[in-house]
């Protein structure tokens, strides 16, 4: 199935899929294996090119020991009108819970400003990582 018949909630169901099975360490093989289905087919739920069926979506909240409301976190429209990703959609990006998981494991304040700062100025001159 392309973009048709896929919205907003679909796209983010796949989001938190990804982001959960990261958290928990799982590989798209792994993952696919445990719920009976390629890794291609858990890139495409991930990705939002394919809808995540109930009964599969129950399997996947099986698996990563979550309930099946966790999928639809940040499904709740910006009240401010605010454009920006929801703090759950960026955690989706490749490498952005590792990147957040070793922050948090940094216990000095003054470091942690120093990184974060870093990041912005890296970011602001878009400078190729």
Do not use: H, W
Request: overall charge positive; charged content about 25%; some cysteine.
């Amino acid at each position: 199935m392309g973009d048709r018949g896929l919205d907003v909630v679909d796209r983010l169901v796949g989001q938190n899929i990804r982001i959960l099975r990261q958290d928990r360490r799982i590989s798209q093989t792994e993952l696919g294996r445990m719920i009976d289905v390629t890794f291609q087919q858990v890139q495409k739920y991930e990705n939002g090119t394919n809808r995540v069926g109930s009964g599969r979506l129950f399997k996947i909240a099986s698996v990563l020991d979550v309930p099946i409301t966790a999928f639809f976190e940040g499904a709740r429209k910006p009240l401010n009108g605010d454009t920006r990703p929801p703090p759950a959609a960026m955690l989706s990006k490749p490498y952005v819970l590792r990147l957040l998981q070793a922050f948090c494991a940094v216990e000095t304040l003054d470091l942690r400003r120093s990184l974060v700062e870093l990041t912005e100025n890296l970011a602001a001159a878009r400078v190729p990582i």
